[in-house]
C-alpha cells in the first residue's frame, strides 16, 4: 500500500489551462503539503494544511489554490498555467505540526507547460 | 547567506570509501536536523534526523555542531547504490518550516 500518492504522475498541458494534482495519505498522518521542485532541485514549500486547515501559505502566485477536503487528501488546482509552472510537485504528509519526524513524500508529479 | 547551504558536489568517490559532507545553517534558534537521500527522478526519503549527541545508522553517522551551525553526514564502506542527492533539512523552531538545502551530489564510482 502506498504511504503517500499522487496523480497523475506526469502531466503535460498546454499553456493558460487549468490542471489538479490530487494527493492521499493513508498513514493517518495530520499535516500536509504541498513542495516544488525546480530545475535547480530546490525544494519550495508552497502550502501546508493541519487536520484541513491552511497552515502555512508561502508566496505563491493566487493562481494556485490547495483544497484539503479532509485530512488524508491534499489537492492542488493550478489556474491559466504558465512555462514558470514547469516543474515536479511533491504531495508529502507529516504527523503533526512538530517536524520532529520528517515527512513522507509521494512520488511526485512532473508538470510540464508547453 | 543562505538558510540552509551545502556543497552541490557531485563527489566522485570510489566503492568502499568513506565519505563526509557537511550542511551549514545561518539560524542559532534551530532546533531539529535532518539528512534526506533522493534519488534521480524520485521523491526525498528520510536517511535521519540529527541529534545533539550524534547519531549513527549502520553506515551512516550524523553529527550536530551548533557552535559552528552545521550538521554533516559521514558514509563509511560507500556502496554503489549510495549514489544520490543527500538534502540537509533545518526546522526554524518559529514557524512549522523546514529548510531545505540544494543537496549534495554523491557518485560512488566501481
Known amino acids: 500500500d502506498t504511504a503517500v500518492s499522487q496523480t497523475p504522475k506526469y502531466l503535460v498541458t498546454q499553456m493558460g489551462n487549468d490542471k489538479s494534482i490530487k494527493c492521499e495519505q493513508n498513514l493517518g498522518h495530520d499535516t500536509m503539503y504541498w513542495y516544488k521542485q525546480d530545475s535547480k532541485k530546490f525544494l519550495k514549500i508552497m502550502f501546508s494544511?493541519?487536520?484541513?486547515?491552511?497552515?502555512i501559505n508561502e508566496t505563491v502566485p493566487n493562481r494556485f489554490s490547495p483544497k484539503s477536503p479532509d485530512k488524508a487528501h491534499l489537492n492542488l488546482h493550478i489556474n491559466s498555467l504558465e512555462l514558470g509552472d514547469s516543474a515536479v510537485y511533491f504531495c508529502?504528509?507529516?504527523?503533526?505540526?512538530?517536524?520532529?519526524?520528517?515527512?513522507?513524500f509521494g512520488s511526485g508529479t512532473r508538470l510540464t507547460v508547453v | 547567506r543562505k538558510e540552509v547551504e551545502q556543497d552541490p558536489g557531485p563527489f566522485n568517490v570510489p566503492e568502499g570509501a568513506t565519505v563526509a559532507f557537511n550542511c551549514t545553517y545561518s539560524?542559532?534558534?534551530?532546533?531539529?536536523f535532518f539528512w534526506y537521500r533522493q534519488d534521480c527522478r524520485k521523491e526525498p526519503k528520510l536517511l535521519m534526523s540529527v541529534y545533539s549527541s550524534g547519531n549513527e545508522d549502520g553506515r551512516f553517522t550524523a553529527q550536530l555542531n551548533r557552535a559552528s551551525q552545521y550538521i554533516s553526514l559521514l558514509i563509511r564502506d560507500s556502496k554503489l547504490s549510495d549514489s544520490a542527492t543527500y538534502l540537509c533539512v533545518v526546522n526554524m523552531d518559529s514557524n512549522y518550516q523546514l529548510i531545505w538545502g540544494a543537496g549534495t551530489k554523491l557518485i560512488i564510482k566501481p
Open positions: 539560524n542559532s534558534a534551530s532546533q531539529s
Open positions: 508529502a504528509s507529516s504527523p503533526g505540526l512538530s517536524n520532529n519526524y520528517g515527512y513522507t
Open positions: 494544511y493541519n487536520n484541513k486547515e491552511l497552515i
